[in-house]
C-alpha cells in the first residue's frame, strides 16, 4: 500500500469483480445498439478502460473534460468545458462514464447538456457514489460502490493531480490535505 494512504478501501480484485458484473449489465441493454461511451477526463480513464473491455456491443469512443465555474466552494454556475466531445451526440445512445459522484453538479449539468444537444438517450455509469454529499437530483444509472464520505485516490481519482495510478481505492491519510 502506498505511504499516502490511510487504507484500502477497494482492492484490484474487488475493483475487476464488481466492474465486470455491472459492465455485464450494461452491455444487455445496448443489444442491437451501437453507443457513444463518452468518459469524462481525467478520473473516469481507468474505469472507462476496463469498462468498455466487457462491453460486447459495437461502441465508439469519446471524451469530455469539465469543470465547474470559478473556484468557489459554491457550485452555482454551469458546467465550463474544457474538452469537447468529437462527435455530434444528436440521436446517439450515449453512456457516460464517471469515476465519482459527489453534489452531483457535474453529472446532472452534462445530462441535461447532451440531452439538449439531441442525444436519444444518456445513461449515467460511476464507479463510486457518495450519496450523503448529494446536492443536485441526478442519480447514476448504473454504480459500482456505494461509498462513505472519505477522501478516496487512486484508480484515477487524485488529490492535487497524484495517485491517480494506483490499482487500487484507496483512504488518503487525513494530515495530508488538512492544515
Ligand atoms: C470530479 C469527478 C466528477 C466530479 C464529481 O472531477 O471526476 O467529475 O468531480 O463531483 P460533483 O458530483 O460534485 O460534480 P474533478 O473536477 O476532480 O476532475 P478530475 O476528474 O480531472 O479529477
Redesign the pocket.
Known amino acids: 500500500m502506498h505511504k499516502d494512504c490511510e487504507r484500502i478501501m477497494l482492492t484490484e480484485e474487488q475493483l475487476r469483480t464488481r466492474i465486470t458484473e455491472v459492465a455485464r449489465e450494461v452491455d444487455e441493454r445496448y443489444q442491437g445498439k451501437r453507443p457513444l461511451v463518452v468518459g469524462?477526463?481525467?478520473?473516469?480513464i481507468i474505469f472507462y478502460a476496463d469498462f468498455i473491455r466487457h462491453l460486447s456491443c459495437p461502441v465508439e469512443l469519446d471524451f469530455m473534460a469539465v469543470?465547474s465555474y470559478g473556484s468557489g466552494t459554491v457550485?452555482s454556475g454551469k458546467l465550463k468545458i474544457k474538452k469537447d466531445l468529437d462527435k455530434d451526440v444528436r440521436g446517439r445512445d450515449v453512456i457516460v462514464v464517471?469515476?465519482?459522484?459527489?453534489?452531483?453538479?457535474?453529472?446532472a449539468n452534462l445530462k441535461a447538456l447532451l440531452l439538449e444537444r439531441g442525444a436519444n438517450s444518456v445513461v449515467i455509469v460511476t464507479l463510486l457514489n457518495k450519496e450523503e454529499r448529494r446536492e443536485y437530483d441526478i442519480e447514476p444509472d448504473y454504480n459500482c460502490f456505494d461509498i462513505e464520505n472519505e477522501f478516496v485516490i487512486g484508480y484515477g481519482?487524485?488529490y492535487d493531480e497524484q495517485y491517480r495510478n494506483l490499482p487500487y481505492i484507496g483512504i488518503l491519510r487525513r494530515e495530508l490535505y488538512e492544515g
Open positions: 469524462i477526463l481525467k478520473g473516469s469543470s457550485s464517471e469515476d465519482i459522484i459527489d453534489s452531483g453538479f457535474t453529472l481519482l487524485d
